[in-house]
């Protein structure tokens, strides 16, 4: 008679307790199974809160004012609207318009403070002024020149008009020194020659 032998077999745990211990599955989106807004509630200057592109594996939303409405119709997984902050998303819940004012304010001053700030490097700018405009300063065009400015000056010229052919001879017998004779006749009398003759005639010739 053959032994049979015991199989080792382990007691399996209820189904109910068996899938109690399987992980609970978190949805990327918060309102999976609510009704997104439609196209009647979501207009231009609504307030809501959406979920950007980057932010649907975590389910981030931010809240935001619609300015511009990007599809047409209703979607199920929301309407895709731009913010007037520039964010784009698909609407997930309707805010208070005030409310989403403010929130989108705060998200936008948080997003600017976390980007790095670049200075611009200075430019320097070129100015260019027209020196015909500047009349003060710029003359018109050089004096008027005739050809005789372009040769050396004569000193008889710069000097005036000279005096008259009488002023000339009076002033060569003024430089001149007058040649002196004496009397022939007497040898006492000294003078010119004028002079002379007149002694002559007056006291030897009388």
Do not use: W
Request: hydrophobic share 25%; glycine share 8%; aromatic share 4%.
């Amino acid at each position: 008679m053959a032994m049979q032998r015991p199989r080792n077999r382990q007691p399996r745990p209820p189904r109910q307790q068996q899938s109690n211990s399987r992980p609970p599955r978190h949805n990327s989106r918060p309102n999976q199974g609510q009704p997104v807004p439609t196209v009647q509630q979501v207009v231009p200057g609504a307030g809501v809160s959406i979920v950007l592109k980057e932010d649907q594996p975590t389910g981030r939303e931010t809240p935001g004012t619609v300015q511009d409405i990007l599809t047409k119709g209703n979607h199920p997984r929301g309407i895709k609207v731009r913010l007037r902050g520039g964010q784009v998303g698909r609407v997930q819940r309707m805010l208070a318009q005030s409310t989403g004012e403010a929130q989108s304010e705060a998200s936008n001053a948080t997003t600017s403070a976390a980007r790095p700030t670049t200075t611009a490097p200075a430019r320097f700018t070129h100015r260019y002024t027209d020196v015909r405009l500047e009349e003060d300063d710029f003359p018109e065009g050089p004096p008027p020149r005739s050809l005789a400015d372009f040769f050396p000056s004569d000193p008889a010229s710069t000097a005036g008009p000279g005096p008259g052919p009488d002023a000339s001879a009076d002033e060569s017998a003024a430089q001149s020194p007058k040649a002196t004779a004496r009397c022939p006749i007497c040898d006492a009398f000294e003078g010119d020659e004028v002079a002379v003759s007149y002694h002559v005639e007056r006291e030897h010739l009388t």
